[in-house]
């Protein structure tokens, strides 16, 4: 099975509005930590957010938030007020705490921010 | 700043020629280095775990033998494409995790990555 699954291989949002990156995971590892990262054309990933297991509160960092539903296994990834510099792609990505440094990273979604 | 330092960022040559990559970590000794591959609009996928002072642990489906991984130092790791051949072209990206401070919360940190061309 697949430790961490976007299903939107590409997204679309108008300059200014807000736009819902999807992420679900799979794991038995009681303690894990959630990672998003944006890798843009020029190929650098960008470390954005970390949501904890453990965390009551769900993470926010500047105009990114994630949105962690943790009986659902989602950690969604919430860009508010899209700018044109926001288009890139998008990685989330998981760690379990238990086995090891090792990250897992989804497929990843493209995000195009139309003006 | 960075972090996490890759050299060089491109390269291009004949095939038949070994072609070394370079990842440092600059302000923290990093035991564990990872070393990753990624193809066009595709996801990251991992080569190898690089151990500092130990062999480095591979992927299944990574031949060793082809990418020579070298940890020699806390802060450097080497990957080495030997005999690169035009399907070895690709994007090479390195990361690794800064061991001070709270475990479970530290993210990876990547280098610029390394787009490799072999004719």
């Known amino acids: 099975a697949q430790k961490i699954t976007q299903t939107q291989p590409g997204m679309f949002v108008q300059e200014k509005e807000a736009v819902t990156l999807d992420c679900t995971y799979d794991?038995?590892?009681?303690?894990?930590?959630l990672f998003w990262y944006k890798q843009p054309s020029s190929g650098e990933m960008i470390f954005l957010i970390y949501?904890?297991?453990?965390?009551?509160q769900n993470a926010t960092e500047g105009r990114y938030s994630l949105n962690f539903q943790k009986a659902r296994k989602s950690a969604n990834l919430v860009i508010s007020a899209s700018q044109l510099g926001d288009s890139a792609m998008y990685f989330c990505?998981?760690?379990?705490?238990?086995?090891?440094?090792?990250?897992?990273f989804g497929t990843g979604t493209s995000l195009t921010v139309i003006p | 700043g960075a972090v996490v330092s890759q050299h060089p960022s491109w390269v291009i040559c004949k095939s038949g020629t070994s072609v070394k990559i370079e990842c440092r970590s600059l302000?923290?000794?990093?035991?564990?280095m990872f070393w990753y591959r990624q193809f066009p609009k595709q996801s990251l996928m991992l080569m190898a775990t690089?151990?500092?002072?130990?062999?480095?642990?591979?992927e299944q489906g990574v031949e060793k033998d082809k990418f020579l991984i070298n940890h020699a130092s806390l802060t450097l790791s080497t990957l080495t494409v030997t005999s690169a051949h035009p399907e070895d072209s690709s994007f090479y990206i390195c990361?690794?995790?800064?061991?001070?401070?709270?475990?479970?919360?530290?993210?990876?940190?990547f280098g610029d990555g390394t787009r490799l061309s072999i004719l």
């Open positions: 302000d923290f000794q990093a035991t564990t």
């Open positions: 949501q904890g297991s453990y965390d009551q």
């Open positions: 690089s151990n500092e002072g130990s062999k480095a642990t591979y």
């Open positions: 990505a998981m760690r379990e705490d238990f086995t090891g440094n090792q990250f897992y």
């Open positions: 794991t038995s590892d009681p303690s894990y930590g």
């Open positions: 990361s690794a995790t800064d061991p001070r401070g709270s475990y479970s919360n530290q993210p990876q940190h």
